[in-house]
């Protein structure tokens, strides 16, 4: 936890299949609400089939914003802006940050539970990025890849065999990190409201 952070940089290289392996098998632990366990994972391993997936959607994103049209997430100042990054920070991918593989957790959300179906989705995203870290992989959670993918690059999700009747938010670019950190980020988040009894029956704020 301590140690995580988003990573924007990667080696050209495929992680070791046995690592990814180690990681899948732990992600069967992950709590759903319900023990459903509906949540389905694609997991892109390759590369090269990676860089495929890449191309077809950053072209349908490229080609779509040369016309005025981009996701509902985003505008012109937005793309603008992340644009500017991708040549920065993003090493010259605004849409995958340049990760070697990706990770997708989807589930046929639908009905009276379809919200909490979601929240499955982004729970089991959650645990995919702390083991991934656990195991020494670098890792970046993203939604606007996927907001690219389900509103301008259909082929880019038929690619990824995930069907147009499942959710899909949250994504997992990662891989061997690029650029090694001797700590993680430090942090000081203390909004935190306790009832604990040394504030004798008030709710602190920590």
């Not at 180690?22 to 590369?47: H, L, R, W």
């Not at 970046?140 to 907001?147: F, G, L, N, R, T």
Request: charged share 25%; hydrophobic share 35%; glycine share 6%.
């Amino acid at each position: 936890m301590a140690n995580r952070r988003s990573c924007r940089r990667y080696r050209d290289e495929n992680v070791d299949p046995a690592v990814i392996d180690s990681i899948i098998s732990a992600m069967q632990n992950v709590p759903a609400g319900g023990n459903s366990q509906s949540v389905e994972y694609t997991v892109i391993d390759d590369k090269d089939r990676m860089r495929k997936i890449h191309d077809v959607a950053y072209t349908a994103m490229e080609e779509a914003a040369a016309q005025g049209r981009y996701t509902s997430s985003f505008d012109d100042f937005y793309y603008t802006k992340m644009k500017q990054s991708e040549r920065s920070v993003r090493k010259g991918d605004m849409l995958f940050c340049g990760a070697p593989h990706l990770f997708v957790a989807h589930v046929k959300a639908t009905g009276c539970w379809a919200a909490d179906y979601a929240i499955n989705c982004n729970l089991a995203t959650a645990y995919f990025e702390l083991l991934a870290n656990a195991h020494g992989l670098g890792t970046v959670i993203m939604s606007y890849p996927s907001d690219v993918i389900c509103e301008l690059a259909s082929d880019a999700r038929e690619m990824l065999g995930i069907p147009s009747d499942h959710y899909m938010k949250l994504l997992v670019g990662f891989g061997y990190p690029e650029i090694p950190y001797a700590r993680g980020t430090q942090k000081n988040h203390r909004k935190v409201h306790r009832w604990t009894e040394q504030t004798k029956g008030q709710l602190s704020l920590l």
